[in-house]
C-alpha cells in the first residue's frame, strides 16, 4: 500500500535561518506531488506542484523553493526565513491520471513557528 | 477566477442532530470534487470524490451530495467523533492536477 512521510512533525526557527522540510512516498512510482501551506483563517494554499523529477512549478512568489531529486522525495527549503513562514506545511500526492481525476492523500503535516 | 466557499465556517451541533455544509463553486469547468475531514495539527483525511451533476456518495454517517453550483456534505445523527473541519476542493480544467480548497467547516458535535 502507498504511504507517505513527512518530517519534522514540528520546527521552531529563527529568523533568517535556513529550512529544510522533507516528504517521501512509498509505494507507487512517478506520483504527482504537492507542497501547501496552511494559515490559520487562510485555507490551504498551494506552493508548488511537481508532476517528475526535477519538474517543479511555483504557484506563489516568495523565499521557499522547493525540489524533487528522486521520483518520490519532494523537498521543501528556504535560504532565510521570515516570520511569514509560519504556518502548517502539508506535503500530498495524486496519481497522474490523465483524464481521470484523483484526490490527494497527504502527509501528517510539518508545523514550523518562526520566532 | 475560480473560487470555492464553504459555509458555515464554524456549526455547533447536540449529538444526534442532522445538518448539512455547504460547498458553492464558480469554476471554469469542473473535473472534480473533493471532501476531507481534517482534525487538529493532522492532515486531511479523504473523504468523497464527486464528478458530475447528480452524483451522491455515502460513508457511515456522511453523505455528499453535488449539483452545477454547489456540493452538501449530509451529516446524518451526528457522533462527538465527527467533530473536526470538514474541507472542500476542487480540480478544474484550467488548475492542471492541482486542487482549489475552500476554507473550511468547523464541526463541533457535543454529547
Known amino acids: 500500500s502507498q504511504t507517505i512521510h513527512q518530517w519534522p512533525a514540528t520546527l521552531v526557527q529563527p529568523v533568517g535561518s535556513p529550512l529544510s522540510l522533507e516528504c517521501t512516498v512509498e509505494?507507487?512510482?512517478?506520483?504527482?506531488l504537492y507542497w501547501y501551506r496552511q494559515a490559520a483563517g487562510r485555507g490551504l494554499q498551494l506552493l508548488f506542484y511537481?508532476?517528475?523529477?526535477?519538474?517543479i512549478s511555483s504557484e506563489v512568489p516568495q523565499n521557499l523553493s522547493a525540489s524533487r531529486p528522486q521520483d518520490r522525495q519532494f523537498i521543501l527549503s528556504s535560504k532565510k526565513l521570515l516570520l511569514s513562514d509560519s504556518g502548517f506545511y502539508l506535503c500530498?500526492?495524486?496519481?497522474?491520471?490523465?483524464?481521470?481525476?484523483?484526490?490527494?492523500?497527504f502527509g501528517s503535516g510539518t508545523r514550523l513557528t518562526v520566532v | 477566477e475560480d473560487q470555492v466557499t464553504q459555509s458555515p465556517e464554524a456549526l455547533r451541533l447536540q449529538e444526534g442532530e442532522s445538518s448539512s455544509l455547504n460547498c458553492s463553486y464558480t469554476?471554469?469547468?469542473?473535473?472534480?470534487l473533493f471532501w476531507y475531514r481534517q482534525d487538529p495539527g493532522k492532515g486531511p483525511e479523504f473523504l468523497f470524490t464527486l464528478y458530475s451533476a447528480g452524483e451522491e456518495k455515502e460513508k457511515e454517517r456522511l453523505k455528499a451530495t453535488l449539483t452545477k453550483k454547489e456540493s452538501f456534505l449530509h451529516i446524518t445523527a451526528p457522533k462527538p467523533e465527527d467533530s473536526a473541519t470538514y474541507l472542500c476542493?476542487?480540480?478544474?480544467?484550467?488548475?492542471?492536477?492541482?486542487?482549489?480548497f475552500g476554507k473550511g467547516t468547523t464541526l463541533s458535535v457535543s454529547s
Open positions: 500530498a500526492w495524486n496519481i497522474p491520471g490523465g483524464d481521470r481525476v484523483y484526490g490527494y492523500t
Open positions: 476542493a476542487v480540480q478544474t480544467n484550467q488548475a492542471g492536477t492541482a486542487l482549489i
Open positions: 469554476v471554469s469547468g469542473l473535473r472534480g
Open positions: 509505494g507507487t512510482s512517478n506520483p504527482n
Open positions: 511537481s508532476v517528475g523529477i526535477g519538474q
